[in-house]
């Protein structure tokens, strides 16, 4: 298959609007699409538009005309060739460009049966010209035009499509077609209003009498008409060729740069828009710019299956943050969706209680080992807050301690570097102790003796319990006559069926879950014993969507999932050779003092320590950059999901042996700033 890209765009910048002026009174593309239409070999022809808003015209005349049509990326043309091109799946593409209203069909088939006879990759009239400006025809394999978009950063070949398949470096097997006369003295291209005349002239002189008129008779013409060979002959051929090869020049210093920021175009441009409506462009931190560094990340995701997702601009990842954790399953669940579907048709939400809250509540009784009984929230937030809340009444007291994050709410969030907002009163309730340290705690015990009303933690986040490190805590909780909260947001459904309590083999007094409890359906629960649960009925924990069924489906189809296939063992067995692979990795590079690994498994992490001359925000920002770039979505951490393959891990096995190698080259040769392309992150809570 022949598939012919006609190239148009209304904003041409040396004469604005051109593709849209009227010839006869039919916008000038429009007669180029039918002269190309007369071509005896092409066998489609779509026309390649971008998805700015200035070429919306282009897409009503398309529609109007019932011709085919493509919207892209406006400035990176190669871009949308491909996405033009993988559609259909051609053989060979025929490139041609909206300036060449006198394009010629029989130019058009003599230069594609030159490439076809001489199976050549690349075939065109301009690699030496010798036709008219304003004929041009290139024809390339489909093979070239996927490597071409691969491979290309300069932005003259972004631009231009072509240069980096007919580059000499590039060993193509190139052609060009010679016309017996030189005639490339003549200008038929239309740049400048002088063109645009010039070609009008014609057009008077011969459409009239024949629409189909040649460009031998257009040489006869100007033989009947001299005039029109000089009008405008003072322009230079491929003048903008030119001026973007200069650009090349400014940016040859740093071509990944263009590269990097082709790659998120409209991710970049949806998030200047963004920004003006929704404050920080995002509705999480840990989904901003505070963690995706800009102009090297992809800032929007549109559609997500299995492990992986598509971001805006049309990049594949493996997706190893799995929406923070959330995504237990993979995206996409067949069964999860089935659930959601069915429940979505009786309703999602009602004026009284649905059946599904008990069947849920007694999925998780069943599941859980300190799960007697339940209450729903929407986010991790509402969870933690009504077990703080609730811990409080149970005991009387007011302080907290806590190890970690636990949610954005004022009880908790006080107490951190990000406390704007929150009353003093609030934050002096609310005490740190570190993970694995039981002296910490024992020292807010000490302080706040017979007023600790709740000690909230993760049963595991990036360290392993050691030293008895949870039944210490559970003995001092007791001791203490303070009520111990899990907080298993990640943990829960990920290390084991009835989360970390399970697997590490202590019971607290309550639990909180969130995430993976419903495989990225917002659902949280606190659980725990009947004897503080009860006391729900009097503590306000109540809203509007508690009870929403949508949710509520998806989790139990969840949960059952869990129940009846091997997830977590699956999990675990892809997160250790994840784990394994990379740390051998690292051990090859002999990079174990730059780079850390830790975390159980299903939800391990990388971290990065400082050098003398960097900071681990520029090494880590330096990474995301580069993996990224090499499709895989990850913050630092792996959030394994039952949908991450074999074929997942030996990609990320590559990708990481890429980056960690160029990490080590830049921090070694002491020029990371400039691999950089951006500016750091820096760390969302500052230390004090
Ligand atoms: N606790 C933990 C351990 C978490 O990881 C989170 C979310 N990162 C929360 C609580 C809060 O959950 P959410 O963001 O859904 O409110």
């Not at 470096?169 to 010679?178: A, F, H, I, T």
């Not at 394994?640 to 921090?667: G, P, R």
Request: aromatic share 10%; charged share 25%; glycine share 6%.
């Amino acid at each position: 298959m022949i598939l012919a890209i006609l190239q148009v765009r209304v904003s041409s910048t040396r004469l604005p609007a051109k593709v849209l002026k009227p010839i006869f009174g039919k916008p000038m593309f429009l007669h180029q699409y039918e002269r190309i239409k007369r071509s005896k070999l092409i066998n489609k022809i779509v026309i390649a538009t971008s998805d700015d808003m200035s070429d919306n015209p282009i897409e009503e005349l398309c529609i109007k005309n019932s011709i085919d049509y493509y919207r892209g990326n406006l400035h990176d043309v190669l871009d949308r060739f491909y996405q033009t091109a993988i559609k259909y799946k051609p053989q060979h593409i025929v490139r041609l460009t909206g300036d060449c209203p006198l394009m010629d069909p029989n130019v058009i088939d003599t230069v594609i049966e030159t490439h076809l006879n001489g199976k050549y990759d690349y075939t065109s009239n301009t690699l030496e010209p010798t036709y008219p400006d304003g004929l041009d025809v290139e024809i390339f394999t489909y093979q070239c035009l996927i490597e071409a978009y691969k491979m290309a950063s300069l932005p003259s070949h972004r631009e231009h499509v072509t240069p980096y398949i007919y580059d000499k470096n590039n060993n193509y097997k190139l052609k060009n077609v010679s016309n017996i006369e030189n005639l490339n003295y003549l200008r038929w291209t239309v740049d400048e209003e002088l063109d645009f005349q010039l070609v009008n002239k014609i057009f008077e002189e011969l459409y009239f009498e024949n629409p189909e008129f040649s460009y031998r008779d257009i040489l006869k013409l100007i033989v009947r008409i001299p005039e029109l060979k000089t009008v405008n002959a003072h322009f230079n051929r491929n003048e903008g060729f030119g001026i973007s090869r200069k650009n090349d020049l400014i940016d040859e210093q740093q071509p990944s740069k263009k590269i990097t920021q082709n790659r998120y175009i409209k991710s970049q441009n949806l998030l200047n828009r963004s920004r003006k409506s929704i404050p920080l462009g995002a509705q999480t931190f840990s989904k901003s710019i505070t963690h995706f560094p800009e102009g090297v990340s992809p800032h929007f995701i549109e559609y997500g299956n299995g492990s992986r997702v598509w971001d805006i601009d049309g990049n594949e990842y493996i997706d190893f943050s799995s929406s923070l954790a959330a995504i237990t399953l993979g995206y996409n669940d067949i069964d999860v969706n089935n659930a959601v579907k069915n429940q979505l048709e009786k309703g999602s939400i009602f004026s009284l209680s649905h059946p599904i809250e008990v069947e849920v509540a007694e999925k998780l009784i069943e599941m859980v080992p300190c799960a007697e009984m339940v209450r729903f929230g929407k986010s991790g937030s509402d969870a933690t807050a009504g077990a703080i809340r609730l811990a409080r009444a149970y005991t009387g007291r007011d302080h907290v301690a806590i190890c970690g994050y636990h949610g954005w709410q004022d009880w908790y969030i006080g107490a951190t570097s990000r406390n704007r907002g929150i009353p003093k009163s609030t934050a002096e309730l609310t005490h740190f102790f570190q993970f694995n340290n039981i002296e910490s705690l024992e020292k807010i015990f000490k302080n706040h003796q017979n007023n600790v009303a709740a000690v909230i933690l993760e049963p595991m986040n990036t360290e392993f319990p050691q030293n008895n490190f949870l039944q210490l805590v559970q003995e001092l909780s007791k001791k203490n006559g303070t009520v111990l909260i899990f907080d298993e947001m990640i943990t829960g459904f990920r290390f084991s069926n009835g989360g970390a309590q399970e697997y590490f083999g202590v019971t607290p007094d309550l639990a909180t879950f969130g995430k993976g409890i419903a495989n990225g359906f917002p659902l949280s629960a606190v659980a725990g014993k009947a004897e503080i649960m009860k006391l729900m009925e009097e503590v306000f924990f109540s809203f509007t969507f508690g009870g929403e069924t949508l949710s509520l489906a998806a989790s139990l189809a969840t949960l059952k999932k869990l129940q009846h296939e091997p997830i977590i063992k699956q999990m675990r067995k892809q997160g250790q050779k994840l784990m394994e692979q990379t740390s051998q990795i690292l051990n090859e590079y002999g990079m174990k003092d730059l780079v850390r690994l830790s975390g159980d498994p299903v939800w391990s992490f990388i971290h990065f320590n400082d050098t003398h001359s960097y900071s681990q925000w520029e090494i880590k920002t330096l990474f995301l950059q580069e993996v990224f770039k090499r499709g895989v979505l990850t913050t630092g951490t792996h959030n394994i999901s039952y949908s991450h393959t074999d074929e997942d891990l030996s990609i990320i096995k590559n990708v990481y042996q890429e980056v960690f190698l160029l990490l080590k080259k830049a921090i070694n040769e002491g020029n990371l700033y400039e691999y950089l392309e951006t500016k750091p992150i820096e760390p969302l809570f500052k230390l004090r």
